[in-house]
């Protein structure tokens, strides 16, 4: 076992290389952006908590390989969700900005950055027209023990119009900061659901449907992408081995809900482990979630 990691530490130079060529063939030149079908209002959408792109191993089996792995991880993951075509994705626990931008030019997309305890992201093939880090209506700067991952705002240009996204990643444990997380966040959002334009929520939002803040997503006017389709499977997104929470989420407007389609986890491909592989290694330890919405 030790000699044949060993054979794969050495040939991590190599198979780097390779990986990169694969991913710029699949990709544009980096700085030349797709341009989004002038006719084309489909919208694919995908939220993914990314484990600042370190990748998800939970047996001693795979932790050779997963430390082998670490220096792909961001291309691996920048391929395995190209295969998917998504024109919109936002991240959780993301890696640095330069990582992110890097990843970003191998999938063809733009890019937004909201700095945090644990960073989040936009990728998008539209253009980003404007960006905020942590909006608030109740404070002139982010109190201390809010929002201590991320909240952030994007204003994306699609060929029917702007579409105003917000990405977010709740308080894990603590309920109360959880609630006041919220609050903040529907005071932000209101005018623009007031508007009835479009409107999308999306990330790890660390509570499950069962839980108090659930609720308040739909008083708010907002829709749940799962409305509209009956999963075969309960949709855990959490954990990537043995999933049994499901806290990441798409909310949209009523005006985009209207346009939803198929909406599912991604528990498939590099995203999970594989339980009869005690080698297997997942991309992060959430599962994406992917959502379709038609003309």
Not at 97 to 117: C, S
Not at 208 to 229: C, H, N, T
Request: hydrophobic letters at 40%; aromatic letters at 8%; a positive charge.
């Amino acid at each position: 076992m030790r000699e044949y990691v060993s054979r794969m530490q050495n040939r991590r130079d190599f198979l780097k290389t390779t990986l990169a060529a694969s991913a710029l063939a699949l990709a544009i030149s980096p700085g030349r952006m797709p341009a989004a079908p002038s006719g084309d209002q489909s919208l694919r959408l995908i939220t993914y908590n990314v484990l600042r792109c370190r990748g998800y191993a939970v047996t001693p089996e795979a932790k050779p390989f997963l430390k082998a792995a670490a220096a792909q991880m961001p291309t691996r993951l920048a391929l395995e969700l190209a295969l998917y075509e998504p024109d919109i994705v936002t991240f959780q626990e993301g890696p640095s900005e330069k990582v992110l931008a890097t990843i970003a030019d191998q999938m063809g997309m733009h890019h937004a950055f909201f700095a945090g305890g644990w960073p989040g992201a936009v990728l998008s093939r539209f253009e980003i027209v404007e960006q905020q880090n942590c909006p608030l209506v109740s404070w002139n700067e982010r109190p201390s023990e809010l929002f201590t991952r991320h909240w952030g705002r994007a204003v994306l240009r699609l060929p029917g119009g702007k579409l105003n996204l917000f990405s977010a990643h709740l308080h894990p444990s603590n309920a109360a900061v959880r609630a006041r997380e919220i609050a903040e966040m529907l005071k932000v959002m209101a005018p623009y659901l007031e508007q009835e334009g479009s409107v999308v929520l999306q990330g790890d939002l660390n509570h499950q449907p069962s839980g108090p803040e659930y609720p308040r997503w739909r008083s708010a006017g907002l829709v749940d992408a799962f409305d509209r389709v009956v999963p075969d499977i309960v949709p855990y997104s959490f954990n990537s081995h043995a999933p049994t929470k499901r806290i990441d989420y798409i909310w949209t407007s009523q005006a985009l809900a209207r346009r939803g389609g198929d909406c599912r986890i991604l528990f498939e491909r590099a995203f999970r482990t594989n339980t009869a592989d005690p080698r297997s290694v997942a991309l992060s330890d959430h599962l994406p979630l992917m959502a379709d919405f038609s003309q």
